[in-house]
């Protein structure tokens, strides 16, 4: 259930009157304690249409909720990545004269009931990073327009905007294997979800454009975190793994802690071992050296996304469509 203000000030220890002032976005308290309130309203889903400035609704159109799936948390974390693409929908919704609420869906708490709380929305933007196809099934009686984000499956009704991660993955593979001669081998996240499933698909398919047999490519799981993938890429070495001579990895938070893990071992990269990650995230350029990447336009996800979904709000004539967004190899000193 959404928390109510009341309850946000008890829960932050802050009166009634500061919460208030920064639900609103007015002057009297600091710029922390805002950012300290929006933070907590976002997390336990507070309905911030019930804290707006009456004086602004006649230019607004509605509400858009964003909704935030969880279903272990382990790929979708709070990461420059997903900040990124909340600044997208956020400009988007700014632009479209839409006030945006934030929820989170946790798999385990009554969905459907929380699902029956959205009636005042205009539409729902529903973050499906972590879904399979079986967790849509609540949202089969939702009559609200909906565009479903960072994912997509065969069956499902829904509009979809994602990354093309088959491109990408691809473009990562065909980079290492002419860079370095050498079959790559495949950093894989322990958490599978569809982004990683269909970047399996192009790493495998530029494998096999190559005349290459997949079954050679060495395949490693390693935890989506970087003090996961470290951890587990430090103990695949100390039982005698012998590393490949480049890898593609599920993203850069385990091409990162990977790297951290061969250097300790006394492996250099690039010179013994290269490596690519995926979405481009901050640290890419921070890690030494830089990491390799493949480009996700993560902002301009969340306005295509938007621009989907207004034009559902408008047009309630439905035919599914699946909107894929291009990526593109940053190469840095990692290959």
Do not use: W
């Not at 060495?218 to 890898?247: F, H, N, W």
């Amino acid at each position: 259930m959404p928390i109510t203000a009341k309850e946000l000030a008890s829960h932050l220890n802050l009166s009634a009157a500061a919460v208030s002032m920064a639900l609103n976005n007015k002057t009297g308290v600091s710029t922390v304690t805002r950012q300290r309130v929006i933070a907590a309203a976002r997390e336990f889903g507070y309905d911030f249409s019930k804290h707006r400035d009456p004086s602004r609704h006649t230019a607004e159109k509605g509400t858009i909720t964003f909704l935030i799936y969880k279903k272990h948390g382990a790929v979708v974390a709070d990461t420059p990545f997903f900040g990124q693409l909340t600044e997208g929908i956020e400009q988007a919704c700014s632009q479209a004269s839409y006030i945006l609420n934030v929820n989170y869906l946790y798999e385990s708490e009554d969905i459907p009931s929380q699902l029956e709380r959205m009636n005042y929305c205009n539409g729902i933007l529903l973050l499906g990073t972590e879904m399979r196809y079986q967790d849509f099934q609540p949202f089969d009686t939702v009559k609200t327009p909906l565009v479903v984000l960072d994912t997509y499956y065969e069956n499902l009704k829904y509009d979809c905007v994602l990354i093309n991660n088959f491109q990408g993955a691809y473009q990562a593979a065909c980079h290492l294997l002419k860079t370095t001669g050498a079959q790559p081998g495949y950093l894989r996240s322990s958490y599978r979800i569809g982004n990683f499933d269909e970047r399996a698909d192009g790493f495998y398919r530029a494998i096999r454009d190559f005349g290459l047999s997949p079954s050679h490519s060495q395949s490693i799981l390693l935890t989506p975190s970087l003090e996961g993938a470290y951890e587990d890429m430090k103990s695949q070495l100390r039982a005698g793994v012998k590393p490949a001579r480049c890898y593609f990895a599920d993203n850069d938070l385990i091409a990162a802690g990977a790297m951290k893990a061969l250097k300790e071992a006394g492996f250099l990269t690039p010179a013994d071992v290269a490596l690519v990650g995926f979405d481009d995230m901050p640290l890419c350029t921070f890690v030494e050296p830089s990491l390799t990447t493949i480009n996700v336009p993560k902002q301009y996800l969340g306005h295509i996304a938007v621009e989907r979904l207004t034009t559902l709000i408008d047009n309630r004539l439905h035919y599914p469509v699946k909107t894929e967004i291009g990526t593109q190899l940053i190469r840095r000193h990692s290959t």
